[in-house]
């Protein structure tokens, strides 16, 4: 197979905002979407129309809080206000708030050398610097395909109480520079045909704060907050989820 028979997909393993906030950095943030429902199951009777049956209880599901926070730094002056997002979330109790969006910006000057090295084999001039700016987007992304991967079928107790790993995570979507967002200059930074530049993109992701070191799987992978989900394409041009890959 050919190396477009392959793609990848960086993401985090999971979306909730008080694990990955800190991955970030909310001096890093420049978008951010949180979501939040809360529902209320409540029980009452009913009888039946018929009288020969016996009453029984019907389970009625109400909203009672819904929160929402859309911040952006072009509409916003300052740095994101995570400690008050938390603070509010913890007063107004209602759990863990969804990341749906982020975009988060940093320099990395292995990424900006690798990306720079692709250039020249392709006869082109570089034009990455050390301090090119990079912006990375990801997005919420569930999928039923994902429970066929081996670190979730094997999900543990602490994994999910410590670091909220969970099914929804989320998917690294877009990948740009400051020529974009300053000059509005188009680019093509494809973030599925090279795995090795998607771990240079994670590896920008702060990982400090998580407690021990995690659990190895029987291929010998240690499973980590940020990975790589591989797919390959079928005769019939669709794609299959592989496997995974953690970060090299």
């Not at 929160?67 to 863990?96: Q, R, S, Y």
């Not at 070191?213 to 019939?236: C, E, S």
Request: with cysteine; glycine share 4%; net charge neutral.
């Amino acid at each position: 197979m050919t190396a477009t028979d392959w793609r990848y997909n960086a993401f985090i393993r999971s979306n909730c905002f008080t694990k990955v906030i800190e991955m970030f950095g909310a001096e890093r943030i420049t978008e951010i979407v949180l979501n939040r429902r809360v529902q209320k199951q409540t029980k009452r009777e009913v009888l039946p129309n018929d009288p020969s049956k016996p009453k029984y209880l019907q389970r009625d599901i109400t909203e009672t809080h819904s929160f929402c926070v859309d911040w952006n730094v072009k509409k916003h002056a300052g740095v994101f206000p995570a400690d008050k997002v938390k603070m509010l979330v913890t007063k107004a109790e209602i759990g863990d708030l969804v990341v749906s969006h982020v975009q988060f910006r940093f320099e990395s000057p292995e990424l900006a050398t690798f990306l720079n090295d692709m250039l020249v084999r392709d006869n082109k001039q570089k034009v990455f610097t050390p301090k090119t700016m990079f912006y990375a987007t990801f997005n919420n992304y569930y999928g039923e395909e994902l429970k066929s991967l081996p670190w979730l079928a094997t999900l543990n107790h602490f994994e999910i109480e410590n670091y909220l790993f969970k099914l929804s995570c989320l998917d690294l979507e877009e990948l740009h520079t400051d020529r974009v967002e300053k000059y509005g200059e188009e680019e093509h930074l494809s973030i599925h045909d090279d795995a090795k530049m998607l771990d240079l993109v994670l590896k920008a992701l702060n990982f400090d704060g998580w407690d021990r070191k995690l659990r190895t799987m029987k291929d010998g992978q240690v499973i980590r907050p940020a990975a790589k989900r591989q797919y390959k394409k079928t005769q019939t041009k669709n794609w299959i989820l592989e496997g995974q890959q953690e970060v090299a």
